[in-house]
């Protein structure tokens, strides 16, 4: 890997969003509009949207749309009509897949929120502040697959929850089995997502996709490490239950953990508290402070409300940290799935790879 330049890149490096009209788009026009390194160039959706001006496709969720965004015309999700050197992608997976492999055989570098390509074993899937490390494998995809961009992508969004609140715990007495059961906002749906009159009042304890599987995998391949060219996923077991409840904003996952070596309640807290992030002297844009935040078991809980906008939804909050009476321990952790668990982590990777120099600020001419 190229050498960290630790710096904000010359000019503001321009950028685009597919799926931009949905749930995560939206949020990353938000924390793209003003952002220091990027400037928004292009917003792409389906064909539905394409060709109107992105005021009128999209049905904005939450406050007032950004005036530079909405006076956009949406593009098509094609390399040809979206120029940007670097592409992030909301877009529903029945159409990521293929998208964005036309992106990167087109010297784009592509941070993506879609399963497709998640589990591919030249894609790296990253959380900064975990595994950097992993972006190796751009190495091995661009040779294998003849690229002069890539793919980058990030985990599901509870699996990303699930992954950064356990690393800390992993690196010093190694997990041997993970129970986990998810609590899931709705706006995990995207939008318009689940239908209202199903939602309120209720919980459903299930969702679509292969939601259980993707966190079963994709913790193991985050926490998993990097050898040579390849990353050899964790070894540890993993059975997750997911359930959707009518909550707006952050996933919530309640966890058994059982460990090699055992830690109590207070040496976990001592281990996710002296924990620190391997990029904090890259003082990236968008990485909080404290990535993780543990509250004291006799504190209070974690919950959404409360604490899924901490570091600007950046961080993960862990709490109630106590003994299990079958496992090792028990513990609870929650973070805000749009922006940590979605768009705020592509962002992150991207200024991530900028920071690590490895992005160009244009296409390569004519590809
Ligand atoms: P969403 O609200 O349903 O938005 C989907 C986007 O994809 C829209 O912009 C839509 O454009 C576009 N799209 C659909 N069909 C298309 C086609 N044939 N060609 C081009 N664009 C098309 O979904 P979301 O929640 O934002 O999720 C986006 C992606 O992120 C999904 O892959 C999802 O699994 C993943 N993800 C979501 C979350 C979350 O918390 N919501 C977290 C992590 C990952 P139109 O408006 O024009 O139809």
Redesign the pocket.
Known sequence: MTAPTNGAPPAPIPVAVL???????QTFIRLLVDHPWFVLTEVA??E??AGRPYAE?ARWIGGDMPPAVAELDVLP?DATAVRAPIVFS???????GEAEQTFARDGRLVLT???NHRMDDDVPLVIPEVNGDHLALLDTQQARRAWHGGIVANG??AAIVVALALAPLHRAFTLRRLFVTTLQAV??A??PGVPSLDILGNVIPYIGGGEEEKIEQEVRKMLGTREGAAVRAAAFGVSAQVNRVPVEHGHTACMAVEFERSPSPADAVAALREWRSPIADLALPSAPASPIVVLEADERPPQPRRDADRGRGMTVTVGRVRPDPLLDLRLVACGH??VR??AGASVLNAELLVALGRVRAQPPAGA
Request: glycine share 18%.
């Open positions: 799926g931009a009209t949905g749930a995560v788009g959706a389906s539905r949207s496709a999700c909301a877009l529903d997976a029945s159409v990521a929120n879609a399963r599901n969004c706006s995990g995207g939008y799935n749009t668990g979605a």
